[in-house]
């Protein structure tokens, strides 16, 4: 029986791992993420579009670890900062800030603005690539609105701040179920579900 393809989620955050592989469990693949291989150095994320870091990051770790890499990249943009944080979501507070300093500078930035100009959107962008060459490109989006006080305690990042009007939600709120089907990256992986099952059939002769 042929070993089924290994492919390295490639990131350093629990959260987006453990989000990702529950979408795309099932699949005839071995996942695996960056805490199953020695410590390595990251790439450098220049780039100033998600898509762009996205493609960065998976074709250098496609190389350095010599197996296929799924990376992803996606933010907040809130339309009142301009797109703000965007791709410097992570960092928004600094090289080296937690998930509260970033909600902290968040909340700050939005002072005084009225709750029907809080509107804004978390993207996502997922990368495959193998050895260098990008083999698939996956993109995801929910719209939201931006409140002061935290809810919920299921998500990371962003998420006790970033509410669906529509189901009253905020996403740290919201069963990990509901999350992974209506959020920008479970929308992402979906697709790039897809795209693997295609591409791994494909080699296969399935």
């Not at 603005?113 to 809080?118: K, Y």
């Amino acid at each position: 029986m042929t070993e089924p393809r290994t492919i390295v989620i490639a990131t350093s955050n629990t959260g987006k791992a453990r989000e990702m592989r529950a979408v795309l469990e099932g699949l005839p693949v071995r996942w695996t993420t960056l805490a199953d291989y020695p410590p390595c150095p990251k790439p450098v994320e220049n780039a100033d579009t998600f898509e762009g870091n996205a493609r960065l990051k998976a074709t250098y770790y496609s190389r350095l670890l010599q197996c296929w890499a799924l990376a992803d990249d996606s933010g907040l943009e809130v339309d009142a900062l301009h797109g703000a944080p965007g791709v410097h979501s992570a960092r928004y507070a600094g090289a080296h800030a937690d998930d509260a300093a970033n909600n902290g500078r968040l909340v700050r930035e939005l002072h005084g603005v009225a709750p029907g100009a809080r509107t804004a959107r978390f993207r996502c962008v997922l990368a495959l690539a193998d050895c260098g060459d990008v083999l698939a490109v996956a993109v995801g989006s929910v719209e939201g609105t931006i409140i002061d006080e935290p809810l919920g305690s299921n998500g990371f990042g962003y998420d006790p701040h970033f509410l669906v009007p529509h189901l009253g939600l905020t996403a740290a709120q919201m069963p990990p179920e509901l999350k992974n089907r209506i959020s920008h990256r479970g929308q992402a992986l979906e697709v790039m579900r897809r795209e693997i099952a295609g591409i791994v059939a494909t080699q296969t002769g399935d």
